[in-house]
């Protein structure tokens, strides 16, 4: 059975950092490419970075420069560094691992940046 668990959430001000982890059973991990994703209250879902089995990372346009998204394949394990953090980042963060055709969710760890 597949399971991935976020950690790390929480409360944070303005200009603040958190760091996330999403710890992954079940899957071969290395084989696997690992997305957060975020969801604003009443928006929808949006993609925020990637890394894939190889290594190759990408992030949206508004993280650029804040976040930094990593894996530790020894300990089946993707993070994702969030630092200068903004109101707007505030949202649930979900991380997901995707291999054609599998793709598996955590249920999500909440990030509130407010002063």
């Known amino acids: 059975q597949v399971h991935l668990v976020e950690s790390g959430g929480g409360l944070a001000q303005p200009g603040g950092s958190l760091r996330l982890s999403c710890a992954a059973s079940g899957i071969i991990f290395r084989l696997y490419g690992m997305t957060w994703y975020r969801q604003a209250p009443g928006k929808q879902r949006e993609a925020v970075a990637t890394i894939t089995s190889g290594g190759i990372i990408n992030y949206v346009d508004s993280v650029k420069g804040r976040f930094t998204i990593s894996r530790d394949n020894a300990k089946n394990t993707v993070y994702l560094q969030m630092n200068s953090l903004k109101p707007e980042d505030t949202g649930v963060y979900y991380c997901?691992?995707?291999?054609?055709?599998?793709?598996?969710w955590g249920l999500g760890t909440q990030v509130t940046v407010s002063s």
């Open positions: 997901n691992s995707n291999y054609y055709p599998e793709s598996y």
